[in-house]
């Protein structure tokens, strides 16, 4: 029998990312469609937050949350995407532990950031249509600098946890992650170190990092949706409905594969599920939620327009010169 070596966190193992080219015929489409993903989704997100910084009116809690997300989004794509890129272009599925535990620290932060800015943005909303009155006293600029920075204490704290902890886990070698970037879930499955107390804080850690804003989210809507049920004519409901619906059904999409991933014990049987509703999470919505939670909006619409003939003007003025 072979023995089985081990290999500690700080040597210098090195990971093999499989699903990154499992075919290589796939390769050269893949890289493709992932590069296009990558633009539309940066192109999307730093409009959004130059438009959010640059447009006075758009100064308000709810953009100034939108924002953040937005930025969010644009730090959690790029801690993925391009590593996945260059193993398309290059087809090497090496990842050093130094680069996976910087991945996966980086990964858990701007996930929980975004889940708490997700609750944020809810309560904004629950605030705005079911306390109109009481909106500028409990929504104002304090509070909403206060949500949004400890949206990102948050998921700063969380990641910090548990990249710690990860610190004592000793690894067999050879080291075969079956994901397609380093995420916790398939790191503890390779440890050969007893992981019941590591499962144990995870489990908590991703309880008050994904469950618990879920839950502040979800009852958000559930008394926005019940509010617009009240609205008397159809007219008015339907409109109100369909940027709520849509809203809703991203923000259902995101936690919902974040919940199955995290909080069901992986099996083997689940392993190939997890590695595809990840794909949701971390790759399909942040290019989507530009679109859904702001270019369909009157107000960013004006402000994109506005920006436009700003910068034709602008253009023009510097051609006539
Ligand atoms: C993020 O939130 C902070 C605090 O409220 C705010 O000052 C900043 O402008 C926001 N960032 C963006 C891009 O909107």
Redesign the pocket.
Known sequence: MEKEKWANWTSPVEFLLLGVSDVPRLQVPLFLLSLVIYMVTMFGNILI?VL??ADRHLHTPM??FL??F??VEICYTSTILPRLLASFLTGDETISAQGCKIQFFFFGCFAGTECYLLAAMSYDRYLAICQPLLYASLMNWKV??QL??GSWLAGLLMATIVTGLSYKLRFCVPNRIDHFFCDFAPLLELACSDTRMLRLVTFIVCFLDVVFPFVVTLVSYICVIAAILRIPTTMGRQKAFSTCSSHLTMVTVFYGTLIIVYMIPRTASLRQLNKTLSFFYTILTPMVNPLLYSLRNREVKGALGKALRKTVACIESWYCL
């Open positions: 937050v959010v910084l953009y100034v924002g953040n937005s930025s909403s600098f949004a920075v």
